[in-house]
C-alpha cells in the first residue's frame, strides 16, 4: 500500500465527535448554524422531520453539552420555545465540519484515482 | 425564518445511512476506496486504528451487507486476509458521500452567511 507505518489511523478520523456526528444531532445543529436568530421548536421539528420527543431529548442533549441554548416564554399565553447555537457550540460545530469536510475530500480523490478503473454503469 | 413548509425534511439528512455513517465503518470504507487493489488485514487496522476485535466486526457487517468482499488464503503457510470494495458498495459509498457533501455545502453557507455578525474570537 502507499501509506507508510506513520500513516497510523491516517482513516481514523477522530474528529468525528459522537455528539455532532449522530444523524438527527447532526441535522438539528445544521439547522440551528443556518438561522443565527434561532429557530422555533415547530419550525425546528419541520426541518430535521423528527417526532416531538426525539426532538426534545436531542435537544436536551445539546444544551447539556453547551452546545445550544433554549429560551422559553409566553406569547399571546401560549409557551414558545426557541433554540440558538452558542458561540462555544458554534466553534465546535465548525472544527467537526472540517473533520467531514476531509472525510468528503479523501472520497473526492479516490475517486478521481480510480476514474479509470470504473466501470461506466458504477 | 427563511424556509417554509415544503423545506419539511430540509436538515434531516436522509441519505445519511447508518451502515456508512457509523464512524468505525466510515473510515474502513474511506480507506479501500483509496486502495482500489484493496488492503491486507493488518493495513486497514493500522490505518484506521481499531482492535483485531472491532474491525473482524465491522467488516463482517460490511460484508454481510454487500458492500466489501473478504478474499482468504495462505502466503508461505500463513493466512493472508485482503478487503475490497464491491461495485455495489462503491457506488453506493459515492451516494453516502454525496450527502456528506450536502451537509458540508449547507454548512459553509451558513458559516458564510454568518462570517460579519461572528466575533473575531468565536
Redesign the interface.
Known amino acids: 500500500?502507499?501509506?507508510t507505518?506513520k500513516?497510523?489511523?491516517?482513516?481514523?478520523?477522530?474528529g468525528?465527535e459522537?455528539i455532532f456526528?449522530e444523524?438527527s444531532r447532526?441535522?438539528?445543529l445544521?439547522?440551528l448554524?443556518?438561522?443565527?436568530e434561532g429557530?422555533?421548536f415547530n419550525?425546528l421539528k419541520?426541518?430535521?422531520?423528527?417526532t416531538d420527543g426525539n426532538l426534545s431529548r436531542q435537544i436536551q442533549i445539546l444544551q447539556e453539552e453547551g452546545l445550544i441554548e433554549v429560551e422559553k416564554k409566553f406569547v399571546n399565553n401560549r409557551p414558545q420555545t426557541r433554540c440558538l447555537m452558542t458561540?462555544a457550540g458554534?466553534?465546535r460545530?465548525?472544527e467537526y465540519?472540517n473533520e467531514?469536510?476531509r472525510?468528503?475530500h479523501?472520497?473526492?480523490?479516490?475517486?478521481k484515482?480510480?476514474g479509470k478503473?470504473?466501470?461506466a454503469t458504477?
Chains 1, 2 share one sequence.
Request: hydrophobic share 45%; charged share 30%; no cysteine.
Open positions: 500500500m502507499k501509506e507505518p500513516d497510523k489511523g491516517r482513516y481514523a478520523y477522530e468525528l459522537r456526528h444523524r447532526l441535522g438539528i445544521s439547522g448554524a443556518a438561522h443565527a429557530l422555533l419550525d419541520q426541518l430535521v422531520a423528527l458561540d458554534k466553534k460545530f465548525w465540519i467531514l469536510e472525510v468528503v479523501d472520497a473526492a480523490k479516490s475517486e484515482h480510480a478503473a470504473r466501470p458504477a
